[in-house]
């Protein structure tokens, strides 16, 4: 399934009497970033319904609002990609978070999900954009199986060579399972081609959200990719949990010492470019992970 946010109004009625707003998170520019689905008012729609908008929006998630208690700023959310709904969504929260800063203004606000309990602050930035920071339930990782490794390796159609032996491979939490594997080259990255069924069937074995491949351009800027074969989509342009994961991951293998700023470059290769910030320390286990979302119009 392919990501189309061209054309599409912010607001439509897929399946009334919900409202669907369309957002781009982790950009400045609705052609760039992953785009979410957000409905504020979910708490008439059963599973089945919010599944069935998730697959009408087709982006690689929608977040629904199914309660609220606006006067403590505290939303209920459940996450849906076009196939089966998720514990938790780092874009789709960002977008979600943007649209309720919009409309109730920006501060501070908490969100319970399937993962846990979310905090996300807003706030506007120089240029009057909204900027969301969600500080993610506490992060492990742990290294990926010889059996987890080579079966991912096999369907992505990459050899052990390809990777980057100063970062092992890990299966990393941040909300959702996600295997880590980074490459000694940006060429490598660049050249994503893999078994779409047979990479969905691994991670639906293992319980994988993404499998997020990365580059070390330096010890403060990674490029990233995230097939996601198990939501539909062949790729996600930006990968908010993955990010929160991923911090947990930079923690657990000592590439972070102190408190330390992470920037992270999604979506490069398939034309939607996406910037995350992350945030780290080795003393807290969460992660914070910082982006700006845009209405689609």
């Known amino acids: 399934m392919t990501i ?3 054309g599409s109004s912010p607001v439509n009625r897929l399946s009334p009497p919900a409202e669907i707003l369309r957002y781009s ?6 052609a760039g ?5 957000v409905v504020l008012d979910a708490s008439g729609l059963d599973d089945a319904a919010m599944l069935t908008i998730a697959a009408e929006v087709g982006y690689s998630e929608t977040a629904f609002v199914t309660g609220r208690d606006e006067a403590s700023r505290r939303f209920r959310v459940r996450y849906f990609s076009p196939l089966a709904e998720v514990a938790f969504c780092g874009h789709a929260t960002v977008a979600l978070a943007v649209a309720l800063g919009e409309r109730l203004g920006t501060g501070e606000i908490v969100l319970d999900t399937l993962a846990g309990e979310i905090p996300v602050a807003t706030m506007v930035d120089g240029k009057g954009a909204v900027l969301a920071t969600l500080t993610s339930v506490s992060t492990h990782s742990r290294p990926a ?14 050899a052990p060579g390809d990777l980057d032996p100063a970062l092992p491979p890990h299966v990393a939490f941040g909300g959702n399972d996600h295997l880590v594997l980074a490459t000694a080259s940006r060429e490598r990255l660049a050249d994503l081609d893999y078994d779409f069924d047979g990479l969905a ?4 074995r293992h319980g994988w959200t993404t499998v997020h491949l990365v580059w070390r351009e330096s010890p403060e800027r990674f490029h990233a990719r995230d097939p996601f074969p198990v939501g539909g989509v062949v790729e996600d342009p930006a990968t ?9 991951y930079l ?11 992470i920037a992270i470059r999604q979506g490069e290769d398939m034309g939607r470019a996406s910037d995350l910030l992350i945030d780290v320390d080795p003393l807290d286990t969460r992660t914070r992970v910082t982006g700006q979302a845009v209405p689609i119009g």
């Open 251 to 261: 923690r657990t293998v000592g590439l972070v010492t102190g408190p330390a700023t």
């Open 240 to 248: 908010g949990a993955a990010a929160a994961a991923f911090g947990g």
């Open 201 to 204: 069937e691994v991670m639906r």
């Open 33 to 37: 970033g992953n785009p979410a689905g």
């Open 25 to 30: 998170a982790f950009t400045h520019d609705p």
């Open 145 to 158: 199986a010889t059996a987890e490794l080579d079966a991912a390796l096999k369907t992505l159609g990459w």
């Open 4 to 6: 189309d946010a061209n």
